[in-house]
């Protein structure tokens, strides 16, 4: 069977990176939690064919930190399909004074992002650039195609993010009819996201019977030292 290995990138910077750009970089512990993930794949004598990512810097450091370690050669490309969803524009959506009040601290943030996740997630407004069911296209479209590119026997490692991660599992595990409206698994979906670590791996197959979720989340390779914290 072709293997899909979807990898949350590395812990990043909190309000973007160093340099001052509005970009995320991965923190020491990113660049840390990302070798590691290379080494234990290497050690599970994982040798992906294709590397595909989105195109933030928090991805793009975690497919170089994991490149190195991995030892891999493979072609890497870049998928914006695989991009998480836009917090700022979800929580502006809902929150715009509470927003434009300054920067929360993550717990603070994670409170308002589950409250205008909500309205993100019912469909009932249309002032967003990208809808909830648009993510929700836009994801399994690059889900289908790594299937399709990785055949019956190959292997692609992909960087992602928490929200397709969820996504996906959610989809897979609910037996999502693509023509149903995403709103009915919106509560799994976002009960997923914020437990999706830092680095982790969720294995699909791709064989016979279909594109099939094997793992959700699995991060051993964090479990001892400082690289476990997420």
């Not at 409170?111 to 990208?130: F, I, N, P, V």
């Amino acid at each position: 069977m072709g293997t899909l290995l979807l990898v949350r990138h590395g812990q990043s910077s909190w309000g973007g990176a160093e340099d001052g750009t509005d970009e995320e970089a991965l923190t020491p512990l990113g660049w840390e939690q990302s070798r590691l993930l290379g080494a234990a794949l290497a050690a599970r004598g994982v040798v992906p064919e294709l590397v595909v990512h989105a195109g933030r810097r928090m991805h793009r450091e975690t497919v170089e930190a994991l490149t190195v370690t991995g030892g891999w050669g493979a072609r890497t490309t870049v998928d914006e399909r695989w991009a998480d969803y836009d917090h700022g524009e979800v929580l502006r959506a809902h929150l715009p004074t509470m927003v434009g009040g300054g920067d929360p601290d993550p717990q603070q943030f994670q409170q308002w992002l589950q409250m205008a996740m909500m309205r993100w997630t019912s469909g009932d407004h249309d002032d967003y650039a990208e809808s909830f069911a648009a993510f929700t296209r836009r994801t399994q479209a690059a889900l289908s195609e790594a299937a399709d590119r990785v055949g019956r026997t190959g292997t692609i490692v992909v960087v992602t993010s928490g929200g397709p991660v969820a996504w996906l599992t959610a989809a897979m595990v609910g037996l999502w009819n693509p023509e149903s409206d995403p709103a009915e698994l919106a509560g799994p979906w976002t009960r997923l996201t914020p437990v999706v670590v830092n680095t982790s791996l969720t294995k699909v197959t791709v064989g016979l019977r279909g594109v099939r979720l094997v793992s959700f989340n699995e991060h051993s390779h964090l479990e001892t030292g400082p690289a476990s914290a997420c």
